[in-house]
Nanobody, 115 residues
Framework: VQLVESGGGLVRPGGSLTLSCRGS????????MRWYRQVPEKGRELVAS????????DYADSVKGRFINSRNKEARTINLQMNLLKPEDTAVYYC?????????WGQGTQVTVSS
């Protein structure tokens, strides 16, 4: 089982980034997919989720209206489009896949928002 995130980097405040997460080794279409983020000395914060099979999305209040989460079942990926980025969005972003008792994590990708 693998979840591989990509797309992180350095961006100026107000800019945009799109994170991707590709899953392999499990039945991707069954799983609810989530993005979490973490900063040093804090727990992981749930940022966005997308369910299966309905693809219902939900967002943390802090990112609502700025982030868009989507999934491509054929490509086995989810994408987090992040717009109007703020310095407080700086964190390591993790992809998570969950179905019943199965719970998988990616290795994380760093997003830094700074001028």
């Amino acid at each position: 089982v693998q979840l591989v995130e990509s797309g992180g980097g350095l961006v100026r405040p107000g800019g945009s980034l799109t994170l991707s997460c590709r899953g392999s080794g499990f039945t991707f279409s069954r799983y609810d997919m989530r993005w979490y983020r973490q900063v040093p000395e804090k727990g992981r914060e749930l940022v966005a989720s997308i369910t299966s099979p309905s693809s219902h999305t939900d967002y943390a209040d802090s990112v609502k209206g700025r982030f868009i989460n989507s999934r491509n079942k054929e490509a086995r990926t989810i994408n987090l489009q992040m717009n109007l980025l703020k310095p407080e969005d700086t964190a390591v972003y993790y992809c998570n896949a969950q179905w019943l008792a199965n719970n998988y994590w990616g290795q994380g990708t760093q997003v830094t928002v700074s001028s």
